[in-house]
């Protein structure tokens, strides 16, 4: 298969099965934040809920296109770390899976909601940074613009969802002071009794937007994770996309080269006039590449190269027209990014299996296993049972912050936008007397702990792999 060896095919398939057994432990670690308030407030039975938040799961993967995705696969610069001996790659992906599902099963275990985001993208930093320390390492082993932009989104959604959750804690007071139904909303849920109708209905509608679009965001990272997979071992298969017109990429070569042409390499310093000199070059070969050829036209053996060039110059001139001393009109500045941005369009995609692939991990994982998180979020992170006002309000936070990160294109941790959701509902209600702090400090613990551990993980076993094969 893809001209592979017979051992490498069957390493091949093994990492694509640990993949979507990533997402499968995703979808029974993380769903349970979902549930939690329809099972706690006896608005769905637990069997009902989960099969319903695996169905939206399952939907928030196919509809929520691959831009998340994109952002856990240009993490790690592969141009870089990918070389001709398919072993290089093997050591990377392994690597990455076995840190990022030991981590993640560990948490799950102990019944911690950890965040399946914070370990895979520890787990790529890690090959990353232990790349860097190997003699034949070249250029930036880990794209830390990106790095930075994940990361901060990673510590801003909790404490938004903290901070949020409290503010519609209030809102609902104010509201409803004075209602009849007022009260009920704050009450802890009567035992096996389901809420009012109404109330029943704002909960199902908080569950399935926190589902569907943790589908959407959670199950990008499985997407991406796949990518890495396949554009590591099997580069001349899908480093581009075969089903996209490569003669398209005509157009915006030449506008490309137009408009670095009228950069004046004279106020520049020397490294950013090589940067422009390389540019240019890389700018003329891709039209050479792509001239008059569709990708099934182009032998597998330079797609990787055709990547990296596109990567590459993409890369590059995103940098350079920041520079001050880059002298070019706004309206240049903009039809550099609309035609960068038409070239990625090769090389940034999935193929619909690896979708499904995700989708139905991520549903069945969704349906299995979520007992122990469910228990935590509902009964141990505040001192009370969780009420109606309380279920929703964090929800709903989560939902909307999980899908506004979705359309930025940043992964973010549902599982710590929702618990930070549910620590602010509690705070909400009686003040910070009201968190169990042994839960919260574990909650924390895990959080500050998940990055160095599973970044150390990933990167010993790279070089432990890397010195074996």
């Known amino acids: 298969m893809f001209e592979l060896e017979f051992s490498y095919t069957v390493l091949l398939i093994l990492c694509l099965i640990a993949a979507a057994g990533f997402e499968f432990v995703n979808g029974f670690h993380d769903t349970a934040n979902a549930v939690a308030t329809v099972i706690y407030t006896n608005s769905l039975k637990p069997w009902v809920a989960v099969i319903w938040s695996g169905f939206m799961n399952s939907l928030g993967v196919f509809l929520g296109g691959i831009t998340v995705a994109m952002g856990i696969v240009n993490l790690l610069p592969v141009e870089t770390l990918i070389d001709q001996n398919i072993s290089h790659s093997l ?80 809102l609902l007071r104010v509201m409803t002071k004075g209602k009849n139904y007022g009260d009920d909303l704050f009450k802890e849920p009567k035992k096996n009794a389901p809420p009012p109708p109404w109330i029943r209905g704002v909960l199902l509608v908080t569950c399935t937007g926190v589902s569907f679009f943790h589908g959407q965001n959670d199950g990008q990272k499985g997407v991406g994770l796949m990518m890495l997979i396949l554009i590591g071992i099997v580069p001349g298969y899908f480093a581009l996309n075969a089903q996209y017109d490569t003669t398209q990429l005509t157009e915006p070569l030449h506008r490309l080269e137009t408009v670095m042409s009228t950069i004046d390499p004279a106020p520049l310093s020397e ?49 350079l027209v920041k520079k001050e001393e880059v002298r070019i009109s706004a309206s240049e500045k903009t039809a550099i990014a609309n035609n960068l941005k038409a070239l990625r369009k090769v090389t940034d ?36 049972h969780l009420s109606y006002a309380q279920g929703a309000s964090a929800e709903l936070v989560a ?46 613990l895990a959080w500050f702990l998940t990055l160095p551990v599973v970044m150390t993980l990933s990167g010993s076993l790279f070089l432990l792999f890397r010195s074996i094969f």
């Open 91 to 170: 050591s990377m992906i392994g690597a990455l899976l076995i840190s990022a599902i030991s981590w993640n099963l560990l948490t799950w275990y102990f019944g911690i909601p950890c965040s399946s985001s914070h370990t895979l993208i520890g787990s790529i930093l890690g090959v990353g940074i232990a790349y860097s320390f190997l003699p034949e390492s070249v250029g930036a082993a880990v794209n830390w613009s990106k790095a930075s932009e994940i990361g901060a989104s990673l510590l801003i959604s909790p404490l938004f969802g903290f901070s949020l959750t409290i503010v519609m804690m209030y």
């Open 349 to 384: 995609y999935s193929p619909f299996w690896v979708i499904l692939i995700i989708s139905m991990s991520l549903g069945l994982g969704t349906m299995i296993g979520w007992k122990r998180i469910v228990k935590t979020i509902g009964e141990k992170i505040g001192k009370e």
């Open 271 to 319: 490294p950013d006039r090589n940067v422009l000199i390389e540019a240019k070059a890389i700018d003329l070969r891709l039209q050479q590449s792509v001239a008059n050829k569709s990708v099934d036209g182009i032998p597998h053996s330079e797609r990787f190269a055709i990547r990296k060039d596109i990567l590459v110059l993409d890369r590059s001139l995103n940098k």
């Open 399 to 444: 939902a909307s912050t999980i899908g506004l990160s979705s359309y930025f294109g940043l992964p973010v941790s549902t599982t710590h936008v929702l618990s930070s959701g549910i620590a602010g509902s509690m705070v909400a209600s009686k003040g910070v007397k009201n968190l169990q702090p042994d839960t919260v400090r574990n909650i924390l």
